[in-house]
């Protein structure tokens, strides 16, 4: 299955602020999508990012707030942007698993704090 | 919207026990997954579920497609400690895209040594 990294695993921002998260596929793929686990919660879609189009945002959450990038087939990097403490989650980057037809592999996320 | 409900939400069990949980959801699902998550960690992917009625197992992991499609049961046999962490089902609804899930509440699991 693919290998995912995420950087940072984990950082403490001041509210106000903007964080640029960083999700690194070992290979090519297609589909790329963020999630936003809230604490104690479950996994919610973000967005899915395409190589070579706008990344397509579910019902509440706008470009504006997180802009995602997508510069090639395996790279992809979302902000947070105007953090406020209500931004404190893990938001993790999947990719479809090869073999699953539909299953998904998640990266290791990344822990964000907002004080 | 759809929801996908997961019970227990939290479990405490003894080393050797065996353990059941289920997903249930008011809407129809065509694909069933189930993931685990470690702390620190994103969930990874256990046991996937494409037909009505599919039992399929993964070493000592049983999940069940429902016959109704709006509900999965996931069964973990002669538990040990590294079972713990939190279980996620995730659907896959008929009207959805290909590559979109709902996924459930979570199912805490602590295991007693």
């Known amino acids: 299955s693919a290998v995912i990294s995420q950087k940072p695993s984990r950082d403490i921002c001041q509210r106000g602020t903007s964080l640029t998260i960083q999700c690194q596929v070992d290979s090519q793929v297609t589909m790329m999508f963020w999630y936003r686990q809230q604490p104690g919660q479950s996994l919610t879609l973000i967005a899915t990012?395409?190589?070579?189009?706008?990344?397509?945002?579910e019902s509440g959450f706008v470009i504006d707030k997180f802009p995602i990038s997508r510069p090639n087939l395996t790279f992809s990097t979302l902000t947070v942007s105007n953090m406020s403490p209500e931004d404190s989650s893990i938001y993790l980057c999947?990719?479809?698993?090869?073999?699953?037809?539909?299953?998904?592999?998640f990266g290791s996320g990344t822990r964000l704090t907002v004080v | 919207g759809q929801q996908l409900n997961q019970s227990p939400q939290s479990m405490f069990i003894q080393e050797g026990e065996d353990v059941s949980m289920n997903c249930t959801s008011s809407s129809i699902f065509n694909t069933w997954l189930w993931y685990k998550q470690d702390p620190g960690e994103g969930p990874v992917l256990l046991i996937a579920?494409?037909?009505?009625?599919e039992l399929t197992s993964n070493g000592r992991l049983t999940a069940q497609f429902g016959i109704t499609r709006k509900d999965s049961f996931l069964n973990i046999s002669a538990s040990i400690p590294s079972d713990v962490g939190i279980y996620f089902c995730a659907g896959q609804g008929m009207t959805s895209g290909t590559y979109k899930y709902i996924f459930g509440t979570g199912t805490r699991l602590k295991v007693l040594a």
């Open positions: 999947s990719v479809l698993t090869p073999g699953t037809e539909y299953g998904y592999t």
């Open positions: 579920l494409y037909k009505a009625g």
């Open positions: 990012a395409n190589q070579g189009s706008e990344a397509t945002y």
